[in-house]
């Protein structure tokens, strides 16, 4: 079955660096997300993506943060200077829909295992 | 307010008996779904109700939702060790117009242990 893969597992960075966290949504789809999850809360929407622009974001989603479809298979979230509080699982998921409109909301998303980002 | 908060927090049961989560949320919904996480793993998504429906199975999974009581649960019946995980519910607020489904909102999730 087709996966949402992310790279890399694990990202260890200093308080200040830029990071990139890549993912490879499933190949058909069309619909991009990003999420995180502070370790023992809920997970948070991000930020989705279609038609290679943001469709929705959510406060957290500030100017530190973009997204970008560089090509046709990869999509990263770029954090441009880190903080302690950016600390999470960051999980990229996709979705496949239909024609927009509310049966579009029906579709479930595929997500990636996540990347753990530690900021130090 | 916080939408879709889980009950129980953690929940352990022996392996063949039958484990039921509830959810609640404060917004009228178009969806909710379940999703399952293991430890360490990503989500991954169990069974989708929408709005106009009041039960759904699939395989050992059952999923019903009262939208007059903003809650659902899911019961999954003859639990096996496997089933050891988080599992959380999401909504699709009604509001959320533009063709996105994007900001699927989480709970908290309930920590399911199935002891062999």
């Known amino acids: 079955e087709p996966e949402v893969t992310q790279t890399p597992s694990h990202q260890v960075t200093q308080m200040g660096q830029e990071v990139i966290l890549r993912c490879v949504p499933i190949s058909n789809h069309l619909y991009f997300y990003w999420y995180r999850q502070i370790l023992g809360q809920k997970v948070e929407f991000l930020v989705s993506f279609y038609n290679n622009e943001i469709s929705e974001k959510s406060e957290i989603f500030d100017d530190q943060f973009s997204v970008e479809r560089p090509d046709g298979s990869n999509f990263t979230l770029k954090i441009r200077s880190t903080k302690l509080e950016d600390s999470a699982m960051y999980f990229c998921?996709?979705?496949?829909?239909?024609?927009?409109?509310?049966?579009?909301?029906?579709?479930?998303?595929?997500f990636g295992n996540g990347t753990r980002l530690t900021v130090t | 307010s916080q939408q879709g908060e889980e009950d129980p927090q953690a929940l352990s049961i022996q392996e063949g008996e039958n484990a039921t989560m509830n959810c609640s949320y404060k917004?009228?919904?178009?969806?909710l779904q379940w999703y399952r996480q293991n430890s360490g793993r990503g989500l991954v998504h169990l069974i989708l109700i929408r709005s106009n429906e009041r039960e759904k199975h699939s395989g050992r999974l059952r999923v019903t939702l009262d939208t007059s009581k903003k809650s659902s649960s899911l019961l999954i019946t003859a639990s096996r060790a496997a089933d050891t995980a988080s599992y959380f519910c999401a909504t699709v607020p009604f509001m959320n117009y533009g063709g996105s489904q994007g900001n699927l909102i989480f709970g908290k999730g309930t920590k399911l242990s199935v002891k062999p």
């Open positions: 998921a996709s979705t496949l829909k239909g024609d927009p409109g509310p049966s579009s909301y029906n579709s479930p998303l595929h």
């Open positions: 917004t009228s919904i178009n969806n």
